[in-house]
T-cell receptor, first 119, second 110 residues
Framework: GAVVSQHPSWVICKSGTSVKIECRSL??????MFWYRQFPKQSLMLMAT?????????EQGVEKDKFLINHASLTLSTLTVTSAHPEDSSFYIC???????????????FGPGTRLTVL | EDKVVQSPLSLVVHEGDTVTLNCSYE??????LLWYKQEKKAPTFLFML????IEKKSGRLSSILDKKELFSILNITATQTGDSAVYLC??????????FGKGTKLSVKP
């Protein structure tokens, strides 16, 4: 149980185009989803936290207008990289957690990641 | 189906104890295994293991990979309260995809 999927797993696009990455919780309702970017040397940076039905909370230094996050349902959050440039090339990972019996759990279930390459 | 299983799910120890966290994996076209420590926001990278039998160390933490038996362990010696966190392991496939385990929640009591 508690599977999180991402789509696509790998995307190559031209500079200036927009790319949408989906994050789905397959067998549970995700009240909160997190978006991370992986940098060289494997470090992960939290980009934003999204709660279903409300605006995402972005971390300092992350451009809201460039990285659009929509958490429209309890099983789907999307990250859209607008006007992508080569420096946006990276590995983007989402994770999700949920409530059990009304209590928020701190267990995060991670997706497999999406590799974005911008030419 | 790719999967990574960590055990135990939760562990409570006292300061000074040594702990061993386990991670077994089944990852198609396996390339490497990564360990992270998650306290608050983003998981902090600890180790990346690609070769069997070579121990990686960082202070009181060490990790080793067994590619024959498909598992890795993370050891923490002389634990401190600051080691309390969720420890995640993830297997990486050749496409770059990461398969995370559900984590081991470690609580170190004074």
């Amino acid at each position: 149980g508690a599977v999180v999927s991402q789509h696509p797993s790998w995307v190559i696009c031209k500079s200036g185009t927009s790319v949408k990455i989906e994050c789905r919780s397959l067998d549970f309702q995700a009240t909160t989803m997190f978006w991370y970017r992986q940098f060289p040397k494997q470090s992960l940076m939290l980009m934003a936290t999204s709660n279903e039905g409300s605006k995402a909370t972005y971390e300092q230094g992350v451009e809201k207008d460039k990285f659009l996050i929509n958490h429209a349902s309890l099983t789907l959050s999307t990250l859209t990289v607008t006007s992508a440039h080569p420096e946006d090339s990276s590995f983007y990972i989402c994770s999700a957690n949920t409530e059990i019996a009304g209590a928020w759990t701190d267990t995060q279930y991670f997706g497999p990641g999406t590799r974005l390459t911008v030419l | 189906e790719d999967k990574v299983v960590q055990s135990p799910l939760s562990l409570v120890v006292h300061e000074g104890d040594t702990v061993t966290l386990n991670c077994s994996y089944e990852v198609t076209n396996f390339r490497s295994l990564l360990w992270y420590k998650q306290e608050k926001k983003a998981p902090t990278f600890l180790f990346m293991l690609t070769s069997s039998g070579i121990e990686k160390k960082s202070g009181r933490l060490s990790s080793i990979l067994d590619k024959k038996e498909l598992f890795s362990i993370l050891n923490i010696t002389a634990t401190q309260t600051g080691d309390s966190a969720v420890y995640l392991c993830a297997g990486r496939g050749s496409q770059g995809n990461l398969i995370f385990g559900k984590g081991t929640k470690l609580s170190v009591k004074p």
